[in-house]
């Protein structure tokens, strides 16, 4: 199928930056032309007045957790897992998980997310991965990884050996699925739920099937304390003890960070994922991304689980990730163009997919966004307004019209193409009240 998007600003994201005037046409998965290009195609979108962005990428969400949204809230991370979260994602059943992993992707694809870096629960992983695969995400995505530690409800703690056969199983079956859509990842918890012996398996098995590896870090200094007594030194610095850090770790959060461990991210070519709300509403704190991008560390955005945030909005993390540390650093750091490209490309080098998605250039993925900046919070439109100041500080998840990823039309003019919106929020609230029940959070 062909798709002609015409007389729109394109925001290119390219390497020196281009913003154009004119038409962009896809053909089949792929951008095909930029500027000038012919004026027939299957699909003409008019875009006049309306800007096309890359897709934009979420490096860190859980979309098994968008059923909890609202259920843990006004809680410190080790509380919020042990009392809520854990129990809850233990009474998942493969309906609740499948329907909360549709109902995650209805509200990114609505907000312009095309692109996750995703980490599942402990059991039912394959019904969240045709949720993906039949919806269109794209994803780097895994089942989580629990064998060991305090407090962990039976129904998720996990014998080493069949943890790691489920995730090859997993692997085996579904890297590469969906025209190169679905990439697995190996997604262990955090340090403080997984035995040594299983880091050490991820790490080789990571490397032979040259897979992500994706989990949690220096989220918390309660956790950094756990880690600390149990391993007899820092997240950061025992995961490069045990051979995991570098380029294809992702490591969610990373706020309470050493000059070691800061130096080790950066050597090692570990990939951060920044997620501006969730530290916020956890009370966990506010990660240095300034001084982390000074030193050279690859940095990128996501929104987390929707029960620590509660929305996956990468409108509002975009914002945030620039807002928050402005108080701290000045009114300088982290201006909107630098905002936009960790949201952008910075989530396509996390994925490791930078070669493919990110940006829109000839012979990419066509994944993007059509934006409106017609409303009244984004006026006026002339003078000096940087589009980029637009799109972090003044747009909403709203105002995305339509989503493509992989040249499939996904949001159509606010309308979901493969998702049944309705469908997904009555089957999503009658599973919260079984899993919460199953879970002994409400009676």
Known sequence: MSILIKNATIVTMNQEREIVQGNILLEGDRIVAIGQTREEADRVIDATGKVVIPGLIQSHVHLCQ????????????????????????????????YYSAMLGCGELFKGGTTAIIDMETVNHTEVALEAIFKNGMRAVTGKCMMDYGDDVPESLMEDTDRSIQESVDLLE????????RIQYAFTPRFVVSCTERLLVEVRDLAQKYNVRVHTHASENRGEIELVQQDRGMRNVVYLEKIGLAGPNLVLAHCIWLDEQEMEILVQSGTKIAHCPSSNLKLASGIAKIPELISKGAHVSIGADGAPCNNNLDQFVEMRLAAL????????????????????????????????????????????????????????????????????????????????????????????????????????????????????????
């Not at 919020?80 to 998980?97: F, N, Q, T, Y």
Request: glycine content about 10%.
């Open 324 to 443: 928050i540390q402005k108080p701290i650093y000045g009114p300088t750091v982290m201006p909107a163009e630098q905002v936009f490209e960790l949201a952008t490309i910075g989530g396509a080098k996390a994925m490791g997919l930078e070669n493919e998605i990110g940006s829109l250039e000839v012979g990419k993925k066509a994944d993007l966004a059509i934006v409106d900046l017609s409303g009244l919070h984004t006026n006026p439109l002339m003078g000096k307004v940087s589009i980029y100041s637009q799109l972090v500080y003044q747009a909403k998840s709203s105002d995305v019209l339509y989503t493509i990823v992989d040249g499939q039309i996904v949001l159509d003019n606010r309308v979901l193409t493969t998702i049944d919106e309705e469908e997904v929020k009555e089957k999503c609230n009658e599973a919260i009240v079984r899993v919460a029940r199953r879970a002994g959070v409400i009676s």
């Open 173 to 180: 079956k579904w890297h590469g699925k969906g025209n190169g």
């Open 66 to 97: 968008t059923l909890f949204r609202g259920q843990a809230d006004d809680l410190e991370l080790l509380d919020w897992l042990k009392l809520r979260i854990w129990p809850l994602e233990g009474c998942h059943d493969p309906e609740s998980l």
